[in-house]
Nanobody, 115 residues
Framework: QVQLVESGGGLVQPGGSLKLSCTTS????????MGWYRQAPGKERELVAS???????NIADSVKGRFTISRDITKNTNYLQMNSLKPEDTAVYYC?????????WGQGTRVTVSS
């Protein structure tokens, strides 16, 4: 079993920044990949960013140049740095990890971009 704890969401004005954190109960190297997804009201969940065990990253086109994913191995934590936030970034953001054939999800953290 894997536990994921997300934090860092909140209300921010357009153009602002937030940094989301996802702390896992196991070593990051246990996972083939870690990622962030988001789900806006009335929309399907979509991939935002991911990072592989080897450190390779993938960023969705919709947030490229504004969002970055990183990790701190010593803290078993990965981060989603979100800059230049737009109202359309408003969503619940979920962390997930791939462990062998299993996928585990966090509880989600809400991000609201509004003036």
């Amino acid at each position: 079993q894997v536990q994921l704890v997300e934090s860092g969401g909140g209300l921010v004005q357009p153009g602002g920044s937030l940094k989301l954190s996802c702390t896992t109960s196991r070593s990051i190297f246990s996972f083939g990949a870690m990622g962030w997804y988001r789900q806006a009201p009335g929309k399907e969940r979509e991939l935002v960013a991911s990072i592989t065990r080897g450190g390779g990253t993938n960023i969705a086109d919709s947030v490229k140049g504004r969002f970055t994913i990183s990790r701190d191995i010593t803290k078993n934590t990965n981060y989603l740095q979100m800059n230049s936030l737009k109202p359309e970034d408003t969503a619940v953001y979920y962390c997930n990890v791939h462990l062998n054939t299993q996928i585990y999800w966090g509880q989600g953290t809400r991000v609201t971009v509004s003036s």
